[in-house]
């Protein structure tokens, strides 16, 4: 990997830490995304989403097109991609961040139904970027709607 590939691809770095990259990928997405949301409103983070997934993809496509490795361990701009939009659905708040985080990981590693389609039959940066990007839409839409059953329940608010 070059050096702009390991500043985006690699996600800063951390898709080279050792042990489980994806978490540690999750992990600056979210910080990231924090960040992002602390100065601008959620709609500055959704379009830099889809902004960073557009360049995912082709990015992915060109570094495995030059190295002919698919997926490569070390690419977590997906991670990064996906948590963003979770937290665009949950919102910012500790909660939400902690259960994106969480949901975040668990539907990335299982890869449940069209998830795991997504990572299987699509190609290239498509299914790299892909499989992430509906990660985080339904672990935003978890996180949200166990936050709503939270506050109904009088737990929270």
Not at 47 to 55: D, H, N
Not at 67 to 87: K, M, N, P, Q, Y
Not at 93 to 122: E, M, Q, T
């Amino acid at each position: 990997m070059n050096t702009t590939e390991k500043l985006f691809l690699a996600g800063l770095y951390s898709g080279f830490l050792p042990k489980a990259p994806g978490t540690w990928g999750s992990l600056v997405g979210l910080a990231l995304g924090l960040a992002i949301l602390a100065y601008f409103p959620v709609e500055t983070l959704f379009l830099l989403t889809i902004l960073v997934f557009l360049f995912g993809v082709k990015a992915t496509d060109a570094y495995e097109a030059r190295t002919g490795i698919h997926d490569d361990s070390r690419i977590v701009i997906d991670e990064i991609a996906g948590i963003w939009l979770a937290l665009c659905i949950s919102g910012p708040s500790p909660v939400a961040a902690a259960l994106s985080f969480l949901f975040f990981r668990l539907y990335d590693i299982k890869k449940p139904s069209i998830i795991g389609r997504i990572d299987r039959d699509a190609p290239g940066g498509w299914g790299v970027m892909g499989d992430d990007i509906i990660a985080g839409a339904a672990a935003g839409l978890s996180s949200a709607l166990v936050i709503q059953g939270l506050l109904r329940l009088g737990v929270m608010g």
